[in-house]
């Protein structure tokens, strides 16, 4: 099993910044690619960002240019840094890792909720 804890959700001005992590711990070796869902009010769970433990990258087109990924592997952490934030923006950010040993098989984290409001 992996266990995925989120940190670093708030409530932040329209332009704003935040920063989450996501640490991984457990079965390490079960996971490569990890990546951030979000989901608004109403709304169904949609892909933000993800990234593969050598560092290839893919965005949502509705964060591009604003969202950055990044992941620091010795310590099993994934980060999301979030600039010139939009109301829009406004959702729970879920952590995911799937399991690359047992297909259709995803951890996910608690989630943690972002706020964009002026």
């Known amino acids: 099993q992996v266990q995925l804890v989120e940190s670093g959700g708030g409530s932040v001005q329209p332009g704003g910044s935040l920063r989450l992590s996501c640490a991984a711990s457990g079965s390490i070796l079960r996971i490569n690619v990890m990546g951030w869902y979000r989901q608004a009010p109403g709304k169904q769970r949609e892909l933000v960002a993800t990234?593969?433990?050598?560092?290839?990258?893919n965005y949502a087109d509705s964060v591009k240019g604003r969202f950055t990924i990044s992941r620091d592997n010795t310590k099993n952490t994934v980060y999301l840094q979030m600039n010139s934030l939009k109301p829009e923006d406004t959702a729970v950010y879920y952590c995911?890792?799937?399991?690359?040993?047992?297909?259709?098989?995803?951890?996910w984290g608690q989630g943690t909720q972002v706020t964009v409001s002026s």
């Open positions: 990234i593969s433990t050598v560092g290839g990258s």
């Open positions: 995911n890792a799937p399991d690359v040993i047992v297909p259709r098989r995803d951890y």
